[in-house]
């Protein structure tokens, strides 16, 4: 019985470890679009804005800065936005305060990414009704 429940442990505890490695597991892209219609030299030597929409303000430079290094190996100049004066500082713009941005800083293209949480779990718990006694 005892060994029995050593193993059972064992079992448990290898599968827990796996659970917790499966986590660590790196996210995927779920859906990518191309236009058939752009050609990648067009954009050689051109200046691209860059805008990652985060309300974390680390994340979005990290992404910002990432893409840019990107685009300077493929020979196009990225320009982030949180280094535009007056550009919201989560990144989240709307069309025309994009386009005068891009305008400003002499844009050929935008290049514009929205990061959210995958796992964002909403908890709404119910009200708890409960009977207790207290002793003193």
């Known amino acids: 019985m005892r060994a029995s429940l050593q193993t059972r442990g064992t ?3 290898a599968g827990l470890c796996v659970l917790a490695l499966a986590g660590c597991a790196t996210t995927q892209m779920k859906s990518e679009w191309r236009d058939p219609n752009v050609v990648g030299a067009v954009l050689q030597g051109q200046q691209v804005l860059v805008i990652c929409q985060s ?4 994340l979005r430079r990290i992404c910002e800065d990432q893409w840019t290094m990107r685009l300077q ?4 100049a990225g320009m982030q936005s949180y280094a535009i004066p007056q550009f919201p500082p989560d990144g989240a ?3 025309d305060a994009i386009r005068s941005a891009a305008e400003r800083v002499g844009a050929f293209a935008v290049a514009s990414v929205q990061l959210a949480p995958d796992d964002l779990a909403m908890v709404n ?4 009704v409960g009977i207790g006694f207290a002793g003193g």
Not at 125 to 128: E, G, T
């Open 93 to 95: 713009a709307d069309g």
């Open 73 to 76: 190996r493929a020979g196009v």
């Open 125 to 128: 718990p119910a009200p708890q």
């Open 55 to 58: 309300r974390d303000h680390s």
């Open 11 to 13: 079992s448990v505890a």
